[in-house]
């Protein structure tokens, strides 16, 4: 079985600041981990993945995910936030070699960021 | 490429009715899924097809019917719908090498009153 925990639903930064949104997952197998967005009243898209290559995962827009197999975490992080940025966000799961349909998705993140 | 479109955007059913939502895609990707996005619960798998006359069932299937007779096309199906069912609700599609990243349409919002 696989899960996924974002240990913050709501995250609230200025702009020009760090974002960091955290996320820990559980899975029997080597895990497939993403995060996806989601900006208001639109679909979701793709930020970043990780499939076991490097552990440092650089995605769209400036954001970054560091996978630590030691700590369970898939941590999304970006340097300086932009008032673009405020969305939802969600961590997901797939198990390696498990089906591409079956994704376990996070309970989201909401990201505000003040001016 | 249009990737994935979803009809209606909105909708407002009384309950009891039934209707179809809309999910057609336009990359030849082999795998559908419809989901559910209720706030604070994430997205939820209703149902899944890994190619055409291929349907299987997800997380909550429950009051929702699909079928998939063609690649691009994977209508979803209130048969009498309830209150209970509303919500957003988004199709996606993959494809088997792709790693698991899925492709999302922009949703449909579904009220039942």
């Known amino acids: 079985a696989q899960s996924v925990t974002q240990l913050d639903s709501h995250v609230s930064v200025s702009e020009g600041t760090p974002v960091l949104l955290r996320c820990n997952y559980s899975?029997?197998?080597?895990?497939?981990l993403f995060w996806y967005v989601q900006h208001p009243n639109k679909g979701l898209q793709l930020l970043l993945k990780y499939t076991s290559a490097a552990t440092l995962v650089k995605g769209i827009n400036g954001f970054e995910a560091e996978f630590k197999k030691s700590e369970t975490s898939f941590h999304l992080t970006k340097p300086s936030a932009h008032m673009s940025d405020a969305a939802e966000y969600f961590c997901?799961?797939?198990?390696?070699?498990?089906?591409?349909?079956?994704?376990?998705f996070g309970k989201g993140t909401l990201l505000t960021v003040n001016p | 490429n249009a990737g994935v479109t979803q009809t209606p955007k909105f909708q407002v059913l009384k309950t009891g009715q039934s209707m179809t939502l809309q999910c057609a895609q336009d990359?030849?990707?082999?795998?559908m899924s419809w989901y559910r996005q209720d706030p604070g619960m994430g997205l939820r798998l209703i149902h899944y097809?890994?190619?055409?006359?291929?349907?299987d069932q997800g997380e909550v299937p429950n009051g929702y019917n699909v079928s998939r007779s063609t690649t691009e096309d994977f209508p979803l199906r209130l048969l009498s719908a309830a209150p209970s069912q509303t919500s957003v609700y988004f199709c996606?599609?993959?494809?088997?090498?792709?790693?698991?990243?899925?492709?999302f349409g922009p949703g449909t919002r579904l009220t039942v009153l």
């Open positions: 097809s890994v190619g055409a006359g291929i349907t």
């Open positions: 899975s029997s197998y080597s895990p497939s």
């Open positions: 997901v799961v797939k198990n390696s070699g498990g089906s591409n349909y079956k994704l376990t």
């Open positions: 996606a599609s993959s494809y088997p090498g792709g790693g698991g990243e899925q492709f």
């Open positions: 990359m030849n990707h082999e795998y």
